[in-house]
């Protein structure tokens, strides 16, 4: 198409008054406009045939879909392509189809009237998203930037930062940025946590976090201590862990399969190590299915996809993998035999055995299919009495191949 029958306008609490004059001539031109509630609002009465947008959020999408190679203008806040609904218009259509005039987006504005420099803060949007994510932004000294879901949610933040040690942390409420109702307040978290006040429903957070003795952080490392999980004893020990990591290589926006999880910590260091990585923790015991879920809310990663089942019964159906552990669910040959199926070509398959039969298992299949074999132990100082001395742990036998290559006949 020549000329794009999607345009895309974004808007601010200054409605027209801060649109340039094509986006304002496009508007006067268009011939259907759909937007929120407040969008249409702001550019006040026009000519055009107007649409609310409907819930939930995608019959809208397919509403202006349906409406291909027609004269269609959608108004979105700020930026469309910034947490908005350009990006998922994208996902549908040819960019030839589509015009963006885009707005400064609710982090830009907020970093401005901050005076925040945007690409030294962490931008994060709780909007329709789980609550518990920000877990694993809040780092001593760090600045947050966080699209909200309503006037709620800085005092439910408030009292998650007081939860976890942070309580005299700054909380920047934004509301309605750009407009007549423009307001800034700034508070700790403790003073919001005490109120529970409620804000604007338009609203951004700026936060600037502070930590005290004892604080919950969650660190930039591979190896997490083990006491920040919760676990039965069933868990891969954070020096093993760390090394599993990085046996499983992950890059950003990879998927893991993480066969008998037991409390999770394996996928859940996947997913922390970028915030596109996903991870499935497969796991036959309901106690642990749950304990997984708890960890994974605990550590800001709630995204993680729980299977409550045995493999490789429970692998059906599941979305390719790049790369898959087997820990706990190593003990049946099966397992490894249909994860090394379902693995696709230059995806990383990690095994590790603790009992002499599972080593076995791991030595014929190195003997036989290639690969890397290594065998780790760590022995940590024990109290002897007044004295101290080494106690090892059970030795671990790693196995680490990659699909496509494996040794040839």
Known sequence: MSTPWLTLIGIGEDGRDGLSAQANRLIDQAPFIIGGERHLALIGKTDSET?????????????????????TLVLASGDPFFYGVGATLAKRLATEEIRTLAAPSAFSLTAAKLGWAIQDCALLSLHGRPFERIAQHLQPHAKLIALTWDGTTASKLASHLVDKGMGQSLINVCEALGGK????????????????????????????IVTSRGAKIIPLTSGLEDDLFEHDNQITKREIRAITLSSLAPLQGQLLWDIGAGSGSISIEWMLRHPSNRAIAIEPRADRAARITRNALSLGVPELKLIE????????????????????????????????EMLPEGGRLVANAVTIETQADLMRRHVEMGGTLSKIEVSRADPVGPFHGWRASMPVLQWVIVKGAEKRA
Do not use: C, Y
């Open 51 to 71: 649409k609310a947008w409907p819930q939930p959020f995608e019959q809208g999408i397919e509403m202006v879909l349906a409406r291909r190679g027609q004269s």
């Open 181 to 208: 109702r423009e307001r800034m307040v700034k508070k700790t978290a403790q003073a919001i946590h005490e109120t529970q006040e409620i804000f604007d429903p338009l609203n951004t957070l700026g936060i600037e």
């Open 309 to 340: 089942g045995s493999a490789p019964a429970a692998l059906g159906g599941l979305s390719t993998p790049d790369a898959i552990f087997i820990g706990g669910g190593g003990t049946d040959p099966a397992v490894i035999n249909a994860a090394w």
